[in-house]
């Protein structure tokens, strides 16, 4: 049977974080009331005349070469042509014939190998109001429009057919959303819509240059849909073309709860356009030393951080990995180790109860009361003997929930590490009164049995008791 | 009062208090009332508004207040610029309950300087024809004959000031819209530079050719209110200049189509010039004749494409229909004329992949080579002399041929597609009816337009001539 | 020149009809303006002629991202031909 592979072009939107929109002075806020964030320009009313948002433009050029683009010299917005509610004028204001950014790539490591996902292009174009369905869209009588997010300024990430499965996919699109969010131009949150994904979907036989019909997926709105979706889509093509049908090239909605690919209706759908210069937006030209400026002014990406944190710092690869995944976990692992100059340490403990209590809450680092300062302090008092190290944990969830200093909550709630050989003497003899049974199992030679004993004690001194000062003294009462 | 409603004559008048603005204001509107039935020059009439209005210059004269040289002075506005407040239809059934949440800053700057509005003028729908015949709200007479057209789009703006029920209109001018009503009403229409005066709040189809102008009685008028407009210089410094020594050149391509009367007209002008010591000499703009063929398929295009936010969703007319799809097709069929509508046909299907190059794409190079023969011109000539069109106000019976009527404005539409300042002027009768000449100048030439214009004003004395109704 | 099927395919696309007793006079108007255009570039040589789609010497227009105020919400809403629930309301959008 003859092998086929897939031939998967990926189409992202992404939201920028201005303060107003890329035409108009409404604000962008997520969650606003419907309609409150409209005016002429944006609601497309008669006589509007759109004026370009600089920031919109700077963030498009720092994007741009995040993703090792090239910065055209010349822009120019283009009108796209179609009709539907949910956009205003009857057009979408988008750089159609000289987009500002061309030719990039990222770089993703797959099974050990890095694989390079070519961008054929990054253009600045303006969102679409959002469609409010009274049950679904089939079978509604009416639908309510939102032009809240008509006009907020989006990116529009192309890259070549470059990806081949479900798993590239991710790792692009996990990739390329770590690198949006260290530029600050996006929170790419796709719950929220501010990051979205298409994907061409097209397969041949292995090793073929020939591309085959594609179809175009819509409706992921999350990694865990993207990958599903393309997983389902891949085989469904192949079927098709190994039972000697075609594929029908169309636009296909994924199916979150039925798991499935659909054909969206496509009588209306336009096939052409009509593409032309917008008269109303005046082009612009861009100087080789501003674009240098806005180069200048990206921070440290995630490859390159990775690779300090490796080489510099010691982390193991899988630690430099987490840690840079985010911006602001990155930020707050710099920080505390600029404080307590032991990574190794700080990786341990933002990997594992600080990573806990973020998964516990459901949040972002960043979104926390937690600073690397107190993280740092923390750390210190461990490593002084003041706090054990379950008690610093129990510290942390604290920190957590009140942003209050680890020291104040180590004095607050009286949690400092009993190490005073006075303090423990009589609490071990309690113990060992109080278990005879387990004394001779001990003496039996089973191990587990001075365990207990010390978890015992432990427990007595709700975890505060010197860890190797206890076992030093429960081994020697019991042997002596 | 208004047998000479130039505004600098009324200005005067009003500041040393020989007549009150509110008794302008209601001059004006009982002359608007009365010949409404025979002109139809306006949409909507604001009359509470604006006697509120005049009554506000009024106090602020008797404070003893300098004025500007606008205030209250009556003014309209084609009724494609948006006054918030105040009902825009575009003269579209698209439109005929639409009153916009926001002005145009055109309007903006004149309300700030004092101008009154008392209504918004009838003009063909979204501008497109050049005879005011094709408004969802009736046809405009020419105000010296009735039974001619006043030309358009912006016919009405042109005819109410002929006829004196204002001082000052607005009008808009993608392809001659401004200068050929200027023409054949026999008033002074000036199509500035492009961007000169914001076209923000103008609910216009063609962006890249569209501007807004006055039409006024006279030069001075009009300089007046271009400084209000631009928000610029004192245009009146330009007026009672010498234009001895003046290059103008006269493009043969602009006289083949010309009519004899207007032909003689334009010579007896040329005359002028010359005895005014303007050195006037033939020259030659070879791609003129490709113009409007330009011209037709860029305003098309665009107009197709600018005129789709008309959908029904936010505001204007819509259709009963079951679904979405319905309701656009029934909206954009009731809501538009014929005219239009075959209009933006034609721009869907210039700009359509199979004709994109073939159309659109050789329409914009032929602008190119328009704005190439301009450059050369002006790298000889100050200015350029033409007829502003080739023939007298056709009969309101006439023009069934559309393509025929469109090229009326054949003169002026290369100014647009280089978004140069052009003026027309009134020069005479052929007949009883005005015929009006162009003057072009180099981008952001207004001043010698201006002065050159008022020059051969003083000679020709336009003005001093009553529309006959 | 254009047919029938080319010009409600192109109304189609603008969202407009044509009744039946337009459709030949459209069509006879609309092929009058391709053949004048096409006549008015015969005699042109435009093949190196580069396009002009913005005549203004203006570029780089851009205004700061600066807050400046929308439209309240009765004032968004005023000329809404339908509306429901603080939103501008459509017709279904399938057509079964």
Known sequence: MQEMEAVIGLEIHVEMNTETKIFCGCRTAFGAETNTQVCPICLGLPGHKPVLNQKAVEWHAKAALALNCEIAPYVQFDRKNYFYADLPKGYQISQFFYPMGINGHVDIEVNGET??????????????????????ITASPSSLVDFNRAGVPLLEIVTQPDVRNAEEARLFLQKLRTIIQYTGVSDCKMEEGSMRCDANVSVRPKGSDILGQKTELKNMNSFRAVTRGIDYEIPRQIDLVL?????????????????VTRAMRTKYLATDYRCFPDPNVPPFKNDPAWVEEIRQSLPELPDARYARLVKEDGLPPYDAEVITASKAMADFYDQTVALVKEPKTVSNWLMGEVGRCLNTAGKEIQETALTPKHLAELLGLVKKGVITGKIAKDVMDEMFRSGQDPETIVKEKGLVQIADQSELDPVIDRVIQANPKVVEDFHAGKDRALGFLVGQVMKETRGKANPQMLNELLRRKLQG | MLNDARIGRLHELLESRQISAEELITAVLERISTLETTLNAFITITPEQALADAQTVDASIARGEAIGPLAGIPVALKDNICTEGVRTTCGSRMLEHYVPPFSAVAYERLRQAGAVLVGKSNMDEFATGTTNKNSF???????????????????????????????????????????????????????????????????????????????????????????????GEDYTAYLGRDIRGLRIGIPQEYLEQADPQVRSLFDSAVQMLTGLGAEVEETSLPHTQSAPASYFTISAAEAFSNLSNFDGVRFGHRAEARHLHEMYRKTRTEGFGPDLRRRLIFGTLALSADHYEEYYLNAQK???????????????????????????????????????????????????????????????????????????????????????????????????????? | MIGVDEMLQAAEAARLEIPNDEAGGFLTEINRMFAFVKESCANLDLGDVPPTAYIQPRMNVFRPDEPQGSLPLEIALANAPDEDERCFKVPRIMEE
């Open chain 1, 243 to 259: 039972d000697g049908e075609e594929v029908i090239p169309q636009t296909r909605h994924w199916d979150e709860a039925k798991g």
């Open chain 2, 137 to 231: 709200f009736g046809a405009t007479a020419n105000p010296w004959s009735p039974d001619h057209i006043p030309g358009g789009s912006s016919g009405a703006s042109a005819a109410s000031v002929a006829a004196r029920q204002v001082c000052l209109s607005i009008g808009s001018d993608a392809g001659g819209s401004v200068r050929v009503p200027a023409a054949h009403c026999g008033v002074v229409g000036l199509k500035p530079t492009y961007g000169l005066i914001p076209t923000d709040g103008l609910a216009e189809c063609a962006p890249s050719l569209e501007h807004l102008g006055p039409l006024t009685l006279d030069v001075t008028g009009c300089a007046l209110a271009l400084q209000v407009l631009t928000a």
């Open chain 1, 115 to 136: 694989r390079r996902i070519r961008i054929r292009q990054i253009h600045l174009e303006e969102d679409t109001g959002k469609l409010l369905h009274m049950g679904n």
């Open chain 2, 366 to 469: 032929i602008r190119t080579l328009v704005c190439r023969d301009f450059d050369q011109a002006f790298s000889k000539f100050d200015l350029l002399l033409t007829p502003t069109v080739p023939t007298p106000p056709p009969a309101a019976s006439l023009g069934q041929d559309e393509l025929e009527m469109r090229l009326q404005g054949r003169y002026a539409m290369p100014a647009n597609l280089a978004g140069i300042p052009a003026l027309s002027l009134p020069i005479g009768f052929a007949g009883e009816l005005p015929v009006g000449l162009q003057l072009l100048a180099p981008s952001l030439g207004e001043g010698t337009l201006l002065s050159a214009a008022y020059a051969l004003e003083q000679l020709v004395g336009f003005y001093r001539h009553a529309s006959k109704i």
